[in-house]
């Protein structure tokens, strides 16, 4: 059986990261797709786990020779999703989980029509300050820059599937999980499973 796109994306600041870190230790199934970025690694950031960090022109290289399913460009610095390494782990059967921008999820949701869009959502606009600046890394300019951000974000939310708060973050990967799950037992993704046992 094929493996299903699941594409999270999220405001910067809203905890996806942990959410998908705590996703990934109740669930084996799960592939991750490593985004490609030309920003500055973070602290505590690993190249190949974290992103694939490459210079501003390599990452055009892997545009202009059409090996990205989609890129987009956030506060200066170019996102995007390596297309070979989805392709084989989704023939593989892996559920492949994208973690990427709100205009790139909808470039996957028209190269793959049977993904599952998932927006994680902050509780408020004043929490989801709180925690950027509780980052302690960002300046004025940037928190601006990212809260400013967030609110054209969150005018792409209603084109999702499904809307994860996250408040509580051991609710919010069980809600994520749900989701998936419940997606995996969809009776138009088992008809393989359906005419096996019709044929049984």
Same mark, same amino acid.
């Given at each position: 059986?094929?493996?299903?796109?699941?594409?999270?994306?999220?405001?910067?600041?809203?905890?996806?990261?942990?959410?998908?870190?705590?996703?990934?230790?109740?669930?084996?199934?799960?592939?991750?797709?490593?985004?490609?970025?030309?920003?500055?690694?973070?602290?505590?950031?690993?190249?190949?786990?974290?992103?694939?960090?490459?210079?501003?022109?390599?990452?055009?290289?892997?545009?202009?020779?059409?090996?990205?399913?989609?890129?987009?460009?956030?506060?200066?610095?170019?996102? %995007?999703?390596?297309? $070979? #390494? =989805?392709? /084989?782990?989704? *023939?593989?059967?892996?559920?492949?989980?994208? @973690?990427?921008?709100?205009?790139?999820?909808?470039?996957?949701?028209?190269?793959?029509?049977?993904?599952?869009?998932?927006?994680?959502?902050?509780?408020?606009?004043?929490?989801?300050?709180?925690?950027?600046?509780?980052?302690?890394?960002?300046?004025?300019?940037?928190?601006?820059?990212?809260?400013?951000?967030?609110?054209?974000?969150?005018?792409?939310?209603?084109?999702?599937?499904?809307?994860?708060?996250? %408040?509580?973050?051991? $609710? #919010? =990967?069980? /809600?994520?999980? *749900?989701?998936?799950?419940?997606?995996?037992? @969809?009776?138009?993704?088992?008809?393989?499973?359906?005419?096996?046992?019709?044929?049984?």
């Amino acid at each position: 059986m094929t493996g299903i796109p699941i594409v999270v994306s999220a405001p910067s600041g809203c905890g996806k990261d942990t959410i998908l870190e705590q996703l990934f230790k109740i669930n084996d199934n799960f592939a991750y797709s490593v985004s490609a970025t030309s920003r500055a690694m973070r602290e505590g950031e690993v190249n190949g786990v974290s992103y694939h960090f490459t210079t501003r022109e390599e990452f055009e290289g892997m545009i202009k020779n059409a090996e990205v399913l989609e890129y987009t460009e956030y506060c200066g610095n170019y996102y %995007g999703t390596p297309k $070979k #390494a =989805v392709e /084989d782990m989704l *023939s593989q059967g892996k559920d492949v989980i994208l @973690k990427i921008e709100v205009e790139g999820a909808m470039n996957i949701k028209r190269i793959f029509p049977e993904c599952v869009l998932v927006f994680i959502l902050p509780p408020s606009m004043p929490e989801l300050e709180r925690r950027l600046r509780k980052r302690g890394t960002e300046t004025e300019e940037t928190i601006a820059s990212r809260l400013a951000q967030a609110r054209v974000e969150l005018t792409y939310a209603d084109k999702f599937d499904y809307l994860v708060v996250n %408040g509580d973050l051991h $609710k #919010a =990967v069980d /809600d994520l999980n *749900s989701v998936i799950l419940a997606e995996k037992m @969809k009776a138009k993704r088992c008809t393989e499973l359906l005419n096996e046992i019709k044929n049984s």
